[in-house]
């Protein structure tokens, strides 16, 4: 995943200050939280999900009414649809 790309999730909000710190220099520092965001982030969007779906998805994650497990079974066939459909 590139900078440009990490920069972006802060940008819409994908990534906060629960997952950037900045340093006093203002360098960004990123701790496991953040790593865990990202990777979400990247399997939802290598799903096909749009910035919007991965948004949902995150604060599904957030509030806790989601799991990893529970997101993942649940949504596995209406994507797999939603991408033989795209790639129609």
Not at 30 to 55: N, P
Not at 61 to 72: E, N, P, V, Y
């Amino acid at each position: 995943m590139s900078t440009d790309t990490v920069r972006y999730y802060e940008r819409e909000g994908l990534l906060d200050e629960r997952h950037v710190t900045r340093t006093p220099n203002g360098y960004r520092t990123y701790g496991d939280a953040a790593v865990e965001r990202l990777r979400l982030l990247l399997q939802a969007r290598a799903t096909g999900m749009t910035i919007a779906e991965a948004r949902t998805l995150a604060a599904a994650f957030d509030d806790g009414t989601l799991t990893a497990d529970r997101h993942w079974s649940s949504s596995r066939t209406s994507w797999r649809a939603s991408i033989a459909k795209r790639a129609s």
